[in-house]
């Protein structure tokens, strides 16, 4: 009877043995739920200081645990910001790369106001066919801006010069103003991003001589301080020397 016994309860502790070991294993398994939420991404490609656009972003659910900091988490939220660096597909949208724009975004969501760089104006200028590289600038590219002018010098006599006023100009973006007239040539003109001391200048060029864009390498960044060239240097003997 006692060996029964004995036996008995070795076959209830077993029986408890195994549930508490299942029931451990079954919740190894399952683990704690993993929380998802939404990030947002873009969709497309979108250029640095551009208005961002609904049907250029899109979300995707990610884990809370490696959702990034500053991240968006709809898109309602980004619409009408600009972006402060070229997006690329799949990108993901975090404070750090967009500017937020003001709560009347509806006002300007198609407005190039937002796309000016802090300390900057938006300068419209009118440019030819030679003068704007062949109207192959776009928004985006960094140009020099070259203006020739005449200037009187006492006693009454004048020397024209060209002189290059502003350099690594923001290129905001550029358009075209037709006339019914078909005798009269059709004006281009470029909207830059100029300091206000380079916008005067520009704007005197643009009034009193004449204007002409450098198109810029987008790696070249440096600066020159080059004088203004008049045109007795052509007679300098050392003129391939200094001008190469």
């Known amino acids: 009877m006692h060996r029964k016994g004995f036996l008995l309860l070795a076959l209830i502790c077993g029986l ?6 299942y029931v451990f294993l079954s919740g190894t398994r399952s683990g704690p739920q993993e929380t998802l939420k939404s990030l947002v991404i873009t969709k ?7 208005i961002i656009k609904a049907e250029q972003l899109t ?4 884990p809370s645990q490696a959702y990034p900091v500053g991240g968006a988490s709809s898109i309602e939220s980004v619409v009408g910001s600009v972006a402060l660096v070229n997006l690329t597909a799949g990108d993901s949208i975090v404070n750090s790369v967009i500017q937020h724009s003001t709560s009347n975004v509806t006002n300007y969501s198609g ?6 760089p802090d300390g900057k104006r938006a300068v419209a200028i009118p440019i030819g066919l030679v003068s704007g590289v062949g109207f192959m600038v776009k928004p985006g590219d960094h140009v020099d801006i070259l203006v020739t002018m005449d200037i009187k010098e006492p006693p009454g006599n ?3 010069y060209t002189s290059l006023v502003a350099q690594d100009v923001l290129v905001l973006s550029n358009g075209e103003s037709s006339s019914s ?3 009269k040539v059709e004006v281009k003109s470029y909207t830059l991003a ?3 001391p380079q916008a005067m200048a520009v704007t005197l060029g643009s009034e009193k001589g004449s204007i002409r864009l450098l198109l810029r390498n987008p790696v070249n960044t440096d600066q020159r301080s080059d004088t203004p060239f008049t045109a007795n240097k052509y007679l300098d003997p050392n003129y391939f020397t200094l001008y190469k």
Request: a positive charge; proline letters at 3%.
């Open 181 to 183: 007239d078909k005798t």
């Open 44 to 50: 497309s490609s979108i250029p640095a200081r551009s």
């Open 194 to 196: 100029l300091t206000v």
């Open 16 to 21: 408890i043995a195994s549930g508490s070991i």
């Open 111 to 116: 407005s190039i106001a937002l796309t000016v």
């Open 59 to 62: 979300t995707k659910e990610i």
């Open 158 to 160: 004048g020397q024209t």
